[in-house]
């Protein structure tokens, strides 16, 4: 490991929980005694080797029943890069197939990350496929994306399940909104949509501004749903939130390619930097 990989872990470890699944189940039945759910994401993306693929959907299928066993409030997240998804599309689905199987036996939700815009239309399709045949499956949606307002009201109009995040990878200004203005704006809108026709989705972001609307949306509406953040970021609003009566669910994600997960925690705000400064002393 370089020194400037080295120096990246240090920070890293504060948004990652471990890079073993030993770890991570300890850190979610943490999370479980301080009232929150976890969602647990094994790191991988961008996978093209169909071993290191077969090894994520095996990863997962344990990972599962450990949740089962060890009674942990959660279940998992996956990113379909990570099953080869882009290189091997029919094998990914094979691959995300398994998983689904073994969340419907073991009566988990699963949850599909969004990636790049690369993904979109491919992790869509998929996530369409399997709630056209099964319950129990959810999708991340990201407000930056300028196609995001048709695909809610398509994903509304088959009942999906959806966690709406701001978006976090690097795309051109034809494809996402280019400010943070325009994307809290657009999040508005459907975090809107979500309150007047969802059901069982997750306000995925740490922004005060968008929460506390979400409050006052719920106090009107009545629905079942979420708040979700990241492991490491605003642990305070978290707390507070719990002991206010919402349901809030942490994400935990573990393994050994942590790097472009933390890369994009560490890009996302300037607050960073200083830790990352920090970490030298
Ligand atoms: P914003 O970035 O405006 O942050 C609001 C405040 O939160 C900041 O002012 C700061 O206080 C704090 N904060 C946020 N990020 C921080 C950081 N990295 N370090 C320190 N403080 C920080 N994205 C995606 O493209 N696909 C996906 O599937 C998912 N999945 C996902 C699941 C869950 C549960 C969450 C919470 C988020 C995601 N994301 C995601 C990531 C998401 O797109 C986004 O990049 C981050 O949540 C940061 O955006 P916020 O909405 O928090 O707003």
């Known amino acids: 490991m370089s020194f400037g990989s080295g120096l990246l872990l240090r920070v890293a470890r504060r948004w990652i929980a471990g890079t073993d699944m030993d770890s991570a189940l300890a850190d979610a039945k943490q999370a479980n005694s301080r009232g929150f759910g976890v969602v647990m994401n094994y790191l991988g993306e961008d996978v093209t080797d169909r071993a290191v693929a077969d090894s994520h959907r095996q990863q997962y299928l344990k990972l599962q029943e450990a949740i089962a066993s060890s009674g942990i409030n959660g279940f998992v997240s996956v990113k379909l890069t990570q099953f080869g998804l882009g290189s091997d599309d029919e094998g990914a689905m094979a691959r995300l197939e398994a998983v689904a199987e073994n969340a419907a036996r073991l009566h988990q939700l699963l949850w599909l990350d969004m990636e790049g815009s690369a993904a979109?239309?491919?992790?869509?399709?998929?996530?369409?496929?399997?709630?056209?045949?099964?319950?129990?499956?959810?999708?991340?949606?990201?407000?930056?994306?300028?196609?995001?307002?048709?695909?809610?009201?398509?994903?509304?109009?088959?009942?999906?399940?959806?966690?709406?995040?701001k978006g976090a990878y690097r795309e051109p200004s034809d494809v996402v909104f280019p400010t943070r203005r325009e994307v809290s704006e657009n999040y508005r809108v459907l975090m809107r949509s979500l309150f007047d026709r969802g059901d069982d989705f997750a306000i995925a972001t740490h922004d005060s501004k968008l929460i506390e609307e979400a409050k006052k949306l719920a106090d009107a509406k009545h629905v079942n749903f979420r708040f979700e953040m990241l492991k490491g970021i605003r642990n305070e609003l978290k707390e507070e939130l719990t002991s206010s009566g919402y349901t809030l669910f942490e994400y935990l994600p573990y393994g050994g390619e942590w790097y472009a997960y933390s890369r994009r925690r560490l890009t996302e705000h300037p607050s960073n930097v200083l830790l990352l400064l920090r970490s030298l002393f």
Not at 140 to 150: D, G, I, P
Not at 152 to 162: F, I
């Open 120 to 165: 979109v239309d491919k992790t869509l399709g998929a996530y369409e496929s399997l709630l056209s045949r099964r319950g129990g499956v959810g999708l991340a949606l990201q407000a930056y994306m300028r196609r995001s307002e048709n695909d809610l009201k398509e994903l509304l109009d088959h009942g999906a399940k959806v966690r709406l995040v």
